[in-house]
């Protein structure tokens, strides 16, 4: 007689077969345990407060939001036009966080409850814990395609937790945020598509570029790599990508030339920020290296994807490490062109550290990836001896140091103050005014405790109070 199959043995399959699941939950409550709530960057305002809008009025118009509007911090991002107040930026990313408003706005409903605009900012904050979270699974999905899975999982906890990934686009409604989920769901199409053809991976692709021009317009050179693929290895099948793209961007195409008259919206006016001069070098280099906005500073971990970009380029032996190879253009590309942008400032300010590169980051995780699979991958035998021991030490510091930033900036930067979030070009080489160390000197004696939310209304799931406000 066969014994019967218990729930104790079938668990471990369960956790194997929907891993995913339970990464999921476990970067979403990560991402969602704070240590307060302090004032947001007016560049956020409107997406926080948007889906209330679409769910309240079925309008995307934000006439309701007047302490924000009558602020002079905010009102920039909040145009009249057409006497309606609008978002200045896109509105991507509050239309993909609207569903994740729609559960709480039911809950709501059933027990009652009226949100106030500190409520609405929390929520937006879950819905940001919600899309990091969804991008740092597509992370790992395609690492599990590419690397042996102890690989695929450590590139992961690169990517969530030693990365602006946790620090910049789990915290607010970011667009950056955004185009990490799309730019992660992107490649995780190809490298589906590539192990069996489907033209829904073409459509959903198409759809997925649609909304990735609309939510960030400068972002668009990363959708280099995507088209590469489609025009060299699908070209037959390309009017499928076309037709999605079409459904992803053509209500947004429609809603910036109703409302601005414009293709790209409000974001129409950016334009006058980049300036063809010398400055470009020291921008760049800005943008990598400098003390207060670099992303090699805030991120040193991602040194690492220099190395592992050279492994890609030594050996292009499939598709994905072709399409990897041209990804690596889009991400020099991008940088040289936010490096012409006129000031360093608005790339790091009100936010802890390079928030105009955060978008590029799940290519290099995988470059990174690469280079780990190439050292520690299973069964590799390559690297042995003091050269290995020498690359666990290595590797293993830049992981630590870069967790230890990214922490400091998830809990400490939020309490600090405007001076300390402010940026120029002089500041974010200013070695002796560091925002990393200002962060944690000014939030230490503020923190009184941590939380870990769900899903407004709802109570915290943990609320511990290690001291008294008062001290």
Same mark, same amino acid.
């Given at each position: 007689?066969?014994?019967?199959?218990?729930?104790?043995?079938? *668990?471990?399959?369960?956790?194997?077969?929907?891993?995913?699941?339970?990464?999921?939950?476990?970067?979403?409550?990560?991402?969602?345990?704070? !240590?307060?709530?302090?004032?947001?960057?007016?560049?956020?305002?409107?997406?926080?407060?948007?889906?209330?809008?679409?769910?309240?009025?079925?309008?995307?118009? *934000?006439?309701?939001?007047?302490?924000?509007?009558?602020?002079?911090?905010?009102?920039?991002?909040?145009?009249?036009? %057409?006497?309606? #107040?609008? !978002?200045?930026?896109?509105?991507?990313?509050?239309?993909?966080?609207?569903?994740?408003?729609? $559960?709480?706005?039911?809950?709501?409903?059933?027990?009652?409850?009226?949100?106030?605009?500190?409520?609405?900012?929390?929520?937006?904050?879950?819905? +940001?814990?919600?899309?990091?979270?969804?991008?740092?699974?597509?992370?790992?999905?395609?690492?599990?395609?590419?690397?042996?899975?102890? $690989?695929?999982?450590?590139?992961?906890?690169?990517?969530?937790?030693?990365?602006?990934?946790?620090?910049? !686009?789990? %915290?607010?409604?970011? %667009? %950056?945020?955004?185009?990490?989920?799309?730019?992660?769901?992107?490649? #995780?199409?190809?490298?589906?598509?590539?192990?069996?053809?489907?033209?829904?991976?073409?459509?959903?692709?198409?759809?997925?570029?649609?909304?990735?021009?609309?939510?960030?317009?400068?972002?668009?050179?990363?959708? $280099?790599?995507?088209?590469?693929?489609?025009?060299?290895? =699908?070209?037959?099948?390309?009017?499928? #990508?076309?037709?999605?793209? $079409?459904?992803?961007?053509?209500?947004? *195409?429609?809603?910036?030339?109703?409302?601005?008259?414009?293709?790209?919206?409000?974001? +129409?006016?950016?334009?006058?920020?980049?300036?063809?001069? @010398? /400055?470009?070098?020291?921008?760049?280099?800005?943008?990598?290296?400098?003390?207060?906005?670099?992303?090699?500073?805030?991120?040193?971990?991602?040194?690492? !994807?220099?190395?592992?970009?050279?492994?890609? #380029?030594?050996?292009?032996?499939?598709?994905?490490?072709?399409?990897?190879?041209?990804?690596? *253009?889009?991400?020099?590309?991008?940088?040289?062109?936010?490096?012409?942008?006129?000031?360093?400032?608005?790339?790091?300010?009100?936010?802890?550290?390079?928030?105009?590169?955060? /978008?590029?980051?799940?290519?290099?995780?995988?470059?990174?990836?690469?280079?780990?699979?190439?050292?520690?991958?299973?069964?590799?035998?390559?690297?042995? /001896?003091?050269?290995?021991?020498?690359?666990?030490?290595?590797? @293993? @510091?830049?992981?630590?140091?870069?967790?230890?930033? =990214?922490?400091?900036?998830?809990?400490?930067?939020?309490?600090?103050?405007?001076?300390?979030?402010?940026?120029?070009?002089?500041?974010?080489?200013?070695?002796?005014?560091?925002?990393?160390?200002?962060?944690?000197?000014?939030?230490?004696?503020?923190?009184? @405790?941590?939380?870990?939310?769900?899903?407004?209304?709802?109570?915290?799931?943990?609320?511990?109070?290690?001291?008294?406000?008062?001290?």
């Amino acid at each position: 007689m066969q014994s019967p199959v218990r729930f104790t043995d079938t *668990l471990p399959v369960i956790i194997r077969r929907y891993d995913f699941i339970l990464l999921f939950l476990l970067l979403f409550l990560v991402y969602n345990t704070v !240590s307060g709530f302090g004032t947001i960057s007016g560049d956020v305002a409107p997406a926080s407060l948007l889906p209330v809008a679409l769910l309240t009025t079925h309008t995307p118009y *934000l006439d309701y939001a007047t302490p924000f509007i009558s602020s002079p911090h905010y009102s920039y991002a909040f145009p009249l036009v %057409q006497g309606h #107040y609008v !978002s200045l930026f896109p509105i991507v990313t509050p239309v993909l966080a609207t569903p994740v408003y729609a $559960i709480s706005y039911v809950l709501c409903n059933l027990f009652g409850v009226t949100f106030t605009f500190n409520e609405f900012f929390l929520l937006a904050k879950t819905a +940001a814990a919600v899309i990091a979270a969804l991008a740092g699974v597509l992370v790992y999905l395609s690492g599990k395609e590419l690397f042996s899975k102890r $690989i695929a999982l450590l590139t992961t906890i690169i990517f969530a937790f030693a990365t602006s990934t946790w620090s910049i !686009s789990s %915290q607010a409604l970011w %667009q %950056q945020g955004t185009v990490e989920l799309l730019l992660s769901a992107l490649l #995780y199409l190809i490298i589906r598509n590539e192990k069996k053809e489907s033209l829904v991976y073409l459509l959903l692709m198409g759809i997925l570029s649609g909304l990735f021009v609309f939510n960030r317009p400068p972002d668009s050179l990363l959708l $280099i790599p995507v088209i590469f693929y489609m025009v060299w290895y =699908q070209r037959t099948k390309i009017h499928y #990508y076309l037709i999605g793209g $079409i459904l992803g961007g053509l209500p947004f *195409l429609y809603y910036n030339y109703s409302i601005f008259g414009s293709v790209f919206g409000g974001y +129409a006016d950016n334009l006058s920020l980049f300036a063809v001069n @010398g /400055g470009f070098v020291g921008h760049l280099l800005g943008l990598l290296l400098s003390p207060n906005g670099g992303l090699f500073i805030f991120c040193p971990v991602l040194l690492l !994807s220099l190395a592992g970009f050279y492994l890609i #380029y030594s050996n292009r032996d499939s598709h994905i490490r072709t399409l990897l190879l041209v990804s690596g *253009l889009a991400v020099l590309l991008e940088i040289l062109m936010y490096s012409f942008w006129n000031t360093l400032s608005a790339s790091a300010a009100f936010c802890f550290g390079p928030r105009y590169l955060t /978008g590029l980051i799940p290519i290099l995780c995988l470059f990174t990836g690469y280079f780990l699979e190439d050292w520690f991958g299973t069964g590799k035998a390559g690297h042995q /001896g003091t050269k290995q021991w020498i690359a666990v030490a290595v590797v @293993g @510091g830049l992981i630590v140091v870069s967790i230890c930033i =990214q922490f400091i900036g998830a809990f400490y930067y939020l309490w600090s103050s405007d001076a300390n979030k402010t940026m120029n070009d002089d500041r974010a080489w200013n070695i002796t005014d560091s925002v990393i160390i200002g962060s944690y000197t000014t939030g230490s004696p503020k923190i009184t @405790g941590v939380s870990i939310y769900t899903l407004p209304p709802l109570p915290p799931l943990f609320d511990y109070n290690f001291r008294s406000s008062g001290t």
